[in-house]
């Protein structure tokens, strides 16, 4: 077995339930994300010897899983990162404040927001997945924050 293959046995054991809820966010549906899951990782021990070990291992898997999510769509694998997908909370009836509030929140915002809270990724695997420098994901969480604490504090009192 290959150290690739090692390692990409134990990231799958290590942080299955990041990729399912994170995927989960793009499929909303766990089932689906499940499914994605897997196939990723299928995806991504196939074409093993593509890994250069140039960044992280995670980060190359995620760009596999996010491809693999969206292949369903036309054209989807040509447009930025930001435009393959809509993240939404997989089950937003539990808190709708919080579903809409991300919801308005622009979609490199909503994606870099997205892979850092629910596929707990660290700030440079999110700059290697999105293309961008870790200083912009850095910029971008800050901005989304305080968007998101303005939505929600205007939803809670009702302004």
């Known amino acids: 077995m290959s150290e690739v293959t090692q390692a990409l ?3 799958y054991r290590r942080r299955y339930t990041h990729f399912r809820n994170g995927l989960a966010t793009l499929t909303h ?13 299928a995806r991504a021990l ?21 491809r693999t999510a969206c ?10 990162l930001e435009d393959w997908f809509e993240p939404a909370l997989p089950e937003p009836e539990r808190d709708p404040a919080l579903a809409n509030a ?3 929140l622009p979609p490199r915002k909503r994606t870099i927001v997205f892979l850092r809270y629910f596929a707990d ?4 695997d999110i700059a290697a997945v999105c293309g961008i420098s870790r200083g912009t994901v850095a910029a971008s969480l800050a ?14 009192t009702g302004t």
Do not use: C, K
């Not at 901005?143 to 809670?156: F, N, P, S, V, Y």
């Open 102 to 104: 991300l919801r308005r």
């Open 46 to 66: 196939r074409a093993e010897a593509t890994f250069r070990g140039e960044g992280s291992l995670e980060a190359w898997v995620w760009r596999i899983a996010l």
């Open 9 to 11: 046995e134990e990231l």
């Open 143 to 156: 901005q989304a924050h305080a968007t998101l604490m303005i939505e929600l504090e205007g939803a809670r």
């Open 71 to 80: 292949e369903y769509r036309p054209n989807a694998l040509e447009a930025p």
């Open 29 to 41: 549906s766990y089932d689906a994300a499940r499914d994605v899951v897997q196939e990723s990782f």
């Open 121 to 124: 990724l660290p700030q440079s």
